[in-house]
């Protein structure tokens, strides 16, 4: 039996198959199949298959109890593709590849569906048009051949698969779920904010701070609204832009210390609330669903819920199963070791290959020990610092590790000029920024708390973000090529964690950038945490080559999320 066999879903709810030849064409008769969870089970020695939509296939696969070894996913290569060919933006679903490829009119991509709160086992409705088998296999040849051309084949058809690895991975996490347990966080709700009054309005602690601040304005003062607090400041004479937490925390005013503790628990009740706890946590799990690759740089984003910025407090809700643990891993230190190995730089690239703490390592080099400056200096090589201390930080980050800096330099410059700029897997940032991403690691913060990004960009309608600041497409750019590396070495990564998992009663339930958590019975903990090390020695030699780059994860067993940091 052939390796690689394409599956196109029918509107009937059957599916056709065809098994692929090395030529990317089927090999034998197309098959009508009445259902495809049994026309992938009936064929165990497939590794890969192809069809549409991994969105659209996968959660139906798993619902009936199958699971597949490896995918690809052709709208997703074609997002992929188009934005390598500097076309980013164009539709991507697979009736537009189609269309481009027959010279006929492009058809919109379909809205993005909203996600279903609490679903124990979302079976999505297929977003767009059914193709034909043979209409798939045709926008897929033409896609081998695209990868053909582009700057590094083998890097981008690496990046293909291992973002429809990515697809899988995030389809299996949004069926097993985050292990929560409601009734720890209705503790931790009662314990921040008192009790909950009739009618939904703020609860009890809420409503004193609100008091507080009034009352040290002397009037009634609502600080859930900024224009309200703005305006309150002024009439004390002092003058503010804005009211997060940097803008207002040093400012000598009664006011200030029940307005921040207003905030901070404002945005607990808002964002992980009663109403939050109602809405997204089902019989033990809290299920958003994860998008892999949803922004511009690659990273994850989830489709509601809030998932990736859980607040240590709540954590505490997050509790494996009797007998079973968490295995929390973070990264250790992930951009200057990705910034290390896409730049060849030989001192950095020792320096990342060491068993001691990187930061202070470069520290002894540059910054006569002074790890705290060592850190500014390389997070403002990446992130854009380039003022005030950031520029002299620089200077000795230059002299000392010159191509590192020399490489985000240069895709600044880039980015400034209205070029493309590309990870090391080719992995492609449009001219400016786009409006799905957020380099900050922001995304998803209320407004009051997001930070001040007023004058880098603005939106155009049906265009994305023209920068109004060359420097600020650069900024992005130099970002763009660290943070987008990381996130492809992060989907190989967590592809060889999932082949472990495979064979164990391990689940994998939580990323996010640099974290992952896996629940597992108490006796697989020490096995998922020597596959965590692996899994990222084996990401970093097959995203980069041979360096002597080390990738690191401080990991933690836990059986209480709260409890690994």
Same mark, same amino acid.
């Given at each position: 039996?052939?390796d690689?066999?394409v599956?196109?879903?029918?509107e009937?709810?059957?599916?056709?198959?065809a098994?692929? /030849?090395?030529?990317?064409?089927?090999a034998?008769?197309v098959?009508?199949?009445?259902?495809?969870?049994?026309?992938?089970r009936?064929r165990? !020695?497939v590794?890969?298959?192809?069809?549409?939509s991994t969105?659209? &296939?996968?959660p139906?696969?798993?619902?009936a109890? &199958?699971?597949?070894?490896?995918?690809?996913?052709?709208?997703?290569a074609e997002?992929?593709l188009l934005?390598?060919?500097?076309?980013?933006?164009e539709?991507?679903a697979?009736?537009?590849? %189609?269309?481009?490829?027959?010279g006929?009119?492009?058809?919109s991509?379909?809205p993005?569906r909203?996600?279903?709160? /609490?679903a124990?086992?979302?079976l999505?409705?297929p977003r767009?048009?059914?193709?034909?088998l043979?209409?798939?296999?045709a926008?897929?040849?033409?896609q081998?051949?695209?990868h053909d051309?582009s700057?590094?084949p083998?890097?981008?058809r690496l990046?293909? =698969?291992?973002?429809s690895?990515?697809?899988?991975?995030a389809a299996?996490m949004n069926?097993?779920?985050l292990?929560?347990r409601a009734?720890?966080?209705?503790e &931790?709700?009662?314990?921040?904010?008192g009790e909950?009054?009739? !009618?939904?309005?703020?609860?009890?602690? %809420?409503?004193?701070?609100?008091?507080e601040?009034s009352?040290?304005?002397g009037?009634?003062?609502? +600080?859930?609204l900024p224009?309200d607090?703005?305006?309150a400041?002024a009439?004390?004479?002092?003058?503010?832009r804005?009211?997060?937490?940097w803008?207002i925390?040093?400012?000598?005013?009664?006011?200030?210390?029940?307005?921040?503790a $207003?905030?901070?628990?404002?945005?607990v009740?808002v964002?992980?609330?009663?109403s939050?706890?109602q809405?997204?946590?089902?019989?033990?799990?809290?299920r958003?669903?994860f998008?892999?690759?949803g922004?511009v740089?690659?990273r994850w984003?989830?489709n509601?819920?809030?998932a990736l910025?859980i607040?240590?407090?709540i954590?505490?809700?997050?509790?494996a199963?009797p007998?079973?643990?968490?295995?929390? @891993?973070d990264a250790?230190?992930m951009e200057p070791? #990705?910034?290390?190995?896409?730049?060849r730089?030989?001192?950095l690239m020792? #320096?990342?290959?060491?068993?001691?703490?990187l $930061?202070?390592?470069?520290?002894?080099?540059a910054?006569?020990?002074d790890?705290a400056?060592?850190?500014?200096a390389?997070?403002?090589? &990446?992130y854009?610092?380039? =003022? /005030?201390?950031?520029?002299?930080?620089?200077?000795?980050?230059? *002299?000392r590790? +010159? *191509?590192?800096?020399a490489y985000?330099?240069? @895709?600044?410059?880039?980015g400034?000029e209205?070029?493309?700029?590309r990870?090391?897997l /080719?992995r492609?940032?449009p001219?400016?920024?786009?409006?799905?991403?957020?380099?900050?690691?922001e995304?998803?913060? +209320?407004q009051?708390?997001?930070?001040d990004?007023?004058g880098?960009?603005?939106?155009?309608?049906?265009?994305?973000?023209?920068?109004?600041?060359?420097r =600020? *497409?650069?900024?992005f750019a130099?970002?763009?090529v660290v943070?987008?590396?990381?996130?492809?070495?992060?989907?190989?990564?967590? @592809?060889?964690?999932?082949?472990?998992c495979?064979?164990?009663?391990?689940?994998?339930?939580?990323f996010q950038?640099?974290?992952?958590?896996v629940?597992c019975?108490?006796?697989?903990?020490d096995?998922?945490?020597t596959a965590i090390r692996e899994?990222?020695?084996?990401?970093?030699?097959?995203?980069?080559?041979?360096?002597p780059?080390r990738?690191p994860?401080?990991t933690? #067993?836990?059986?209480c $999320? =709260?409890?690994?940091?």
């Open positions: 039996m052939a690689r066999w599956l196109a879903l029918a009937d709810g059957g599916a056709d198959v098994p692929l /030849g090395p030529d990317g064409l089927p034998a008769p098959r009508r199949e009445p259902d495809p969870a049994r026309a992938v009936d165990p !020695g590794t890969r298959w192809v069809w549409r969105a659209e &296939v996968y139906h696969l798993l619902a109890g &199958v699971r597949v070894e490896r995918c690809y996913d052709i709208e997703d997002s992929l934005g390598h060919e500097g076309r980013s933006g539709p991507h697979a009736a537009a590849a %189609l269309a481009r490829l027959r006929g009119p492009v058809p991509d379909p993005q909203a996600a279903e709160p /609490g124990q086992s979302p999505f409705e767009g048009t059914h193709l034909p043979t209409d798939l296999v926008v897929y040849a033409e081998q051949r695209r051309l700057a590094h083998d890097r981008m990046l293909t =698969a291992a973002e690895a990515g697809m899988l991975v299996e069926r097993a779920g292990p929560w009734d720890v966080h209705r &931790v709700l009662h314990d921040l904010l909950r009054y009739p !009618g939904g309005g703020e609860p009890r602690r %809420l409503a004193e701070l609100a008091d601040v009352a040290a304005f009037r009634r003062v609502r +600080p859930d224009a607090v703005i305006k400041f009439q004390a004479g002092i003058r503010l804005s009211t997060r937490r803008a925390e040093s400012i000598d005013h009664p006011a200030v210390k029940p307005l921040l $207003y905030k901070k628990l404002y945005r009740w964002a992980h609330g009663w939050w706890l809405t997204w946590v089902r019989e033990g799990r809290f958003p669903e998008v892999a690759g922004t740089t690659g984003v989830t509601g819920g809030g910025q607040p240590k407090v954590r505490r809700a997050v509790v199963d007998g079973w643990r968490l295995v929390v @891993a250790d230190q070791r #990705v910034l290390a190995a896409i730049s730089d030989p001192g020792e #320096v990342a290959g060491r068993e001691s703490d $930061y202070q390592a470069v520290s002894e080099r910054f006569s020990g790890r400056q060592a850190k500014l390389v997070l403002g090589a &990446v854009g610092q380039t =003022a /005030g201390d950031g520029l002299k930080n620089l200077a000795a980050l230059r *002299r590790f +010159p *191509r590192a800096v985000v330099d240069d @895709a600044a410059r880039a400034e209205g070029r493309l700029v990870t090391w /080719g492609t940032c001219p400016a920024a786009g409006p799905d991403d957020d380099p900050t690691g995304a998803g913060l +209320p009051d708390e997001a930070p990004t007023a880098l960009a603005e939106w155009v309608p049906g265009s994305g973000y023209a920068s109004t600041d060359a =600020a *497409r650069g900024r130099r970002n763009f943070q987008g590396s990381a996130a492809d070495w992060a989907l190989l990564m967590l @592809a060889a964690l999932r082949q472990t495979a064979g164990l009663a391990a689940e994998l339930v939580f950038h640099d974290e992952v958590i629940h019975p108490q006796e697989e903990a096995t998922i945490v899994a990222a020695t084996l990401a970093g030699r097959l995203t980069f080559g041979e360096t780059v990738f994860f401080t933690a #067993v836990v059986e $999320y =709260a409890d690994a940091k």
